[in-house]
């Protein structure tokens, strides 16, 4: 997608200059500097709306936060639990950072980092975990029973059934298997992964219906729903219980804003996103608008992009990291508030679908 000149001020932070005049008369300043004087009055404003953030009064008089502050500021919004979170229509309340697991434990890193990145977002408060049985044939799932031992209840746990298990009895074996590598005894959440070839969505909601009356999970829900899959399952007897749709979501993939996520605002239905951050070998994370907005707020570009896509209050991310490091930058979006001018940037450059 091509991207219009200068659609953010300070993009070329190395080499632009810029004027202005102020009391004692013209002086030139670097683009960096400008931008920090031109933030200063809306970090101001925020910070007073939002006492007790990184966004406060007295950093915004200090200038933009470093990205080490920004770290610093999550850690003690998570200690304090003060964060973003989601309602779900039962009452339960996650944290809108949660962490996805579709590649760990392959061999991408190793075991200890991949566990240590785990263990460092939790602590982060992003306790919402998701797996799957699909994602290395188990291995993913038995990899986050091991990180979780002894710390179950702390963690909103979510695995996926895959659709050649879903039948009615299909769906309680492969739960029970699934339970059995996460080494616990109930799922917060059980999903449907995806509706391709299920030909029996009736008993497929009967089958998590009874696992739910059993004990075996909390709620359940569904993944890479269309619009049409949605208001066919809700003609389902309890249909209406789903929880959640689980879908593709991220500032350059926008197309459920064009009828499923109003859909699903209507029905009081948070929506889980996967692949937040573009997906592998996504060049989202070099988008130069995404630079420049955490430039102006001391953060990487990939906590602006969660920050957007959680920013409406109904939508959970879940972005996947086997760094420790990497995990403690996404944590910052669970305290960034954008501005207003800043998501009207974003809509130019990565402009919503047209409904």
């Not at 200038?63 to 003690?76: C, D, I, K, N, W």
């Not at 991408?108 to 408060?125: F, I, Y």
């Not at 616990?184 to 299920?198: C, F, I």
């Not at 829900?221 to 007897?237: T, W």
């Amino acid at each position: 997608m091509s991207v219009r000149a200068d659609p953010y001020p300070g993009r070329q932070l190395r080499e632009r200059f810029v004027a202005e005049r102020d009391p004692r008369g013209m002086r030139r300043m670097t683009s960096r500097e400008y931008l920090r004087q031109r933030l200063l009055s809306r970090r101001q404003l925020n910070g007073l709306a939002m006492t007790g953030s990184w966004l406060g009064l007295a950093a915004a008089m200090l200038g933009p936060p470093s990205r080490a502050s920004a770290l610093e500021a999550v850690t003690s919004t998570a200690s304090t639990g003060a964060r973003r979170t989601v309602k779900f229509r039962d009452g339960a309340v996650v944290s809108a950072l949660g962490q996805g697991s579709a590649q760990l434990a392959q061999g991408r890193h190793p075991q200890a980092v991949e566990e240590e990145a785990l263990r460092t977002g939790l602590s982060l408060g992003m306790t919402l975990i998701d797996t799957a049985e699909l994602y290395g044939d188990g291995r993913s799932e038995e990899f986050i029973g091991r990180v979780i031992a002894g710390q179950r209840d702390s963690v909103f746990l979510v695995s996926k059934v895959w659709q050649s298990h879903a039948t009615r009895r299909g769906i309680a074996r492969a739960c029970e298997a699934s339970l059995a590598r996460l080494g616990t005894d109930h799922l917060d959440l059980y999903l449907l992964h995806w509706p391709s070839g299920v030909t029996d969505l009736a008993g497929v909601v009967a089958a998590f219906e009874n696992l739910r009356s059993q004990g075996k999970i909390r709620a359940w829900g569904v993944s890479n729903f269309k619009l049409k899959d949605m208001e066919a399952m809700l003609r389902i007897p309890h249909g209406d219980r789903c929880a959640t749709n689980q879908v593709l979501y991220n500032i350059a993939s926008r197309d459920i804003e064009r009828d499923l996520l109003p859909w699903c605002e209507r029905h009081n239905m948070p929506v889980m996103a996967y692949s937040p951050l573009g997906g592998p070998g996504s060049g989202l994370l070099r988008d130069p608008t995404l630079a420049a907005i955490g430039e102006a707020h001391g953060c990487s570009a990939a906590a602006v992009a969660l920050a957007w896509s959680i920013r409406s209050g109904n939508v959970i991310a879940i972005p996947e990291s086997g760094s420790p490091a990497h995990v403690r930058e996404n944590s910052v979006a669970l305290s960034l508030v954008l501005t207003p001018q800043e998501l009207q940037t974003l809509d130019r450059v990565h402009p919503p679908p047209r409904r």
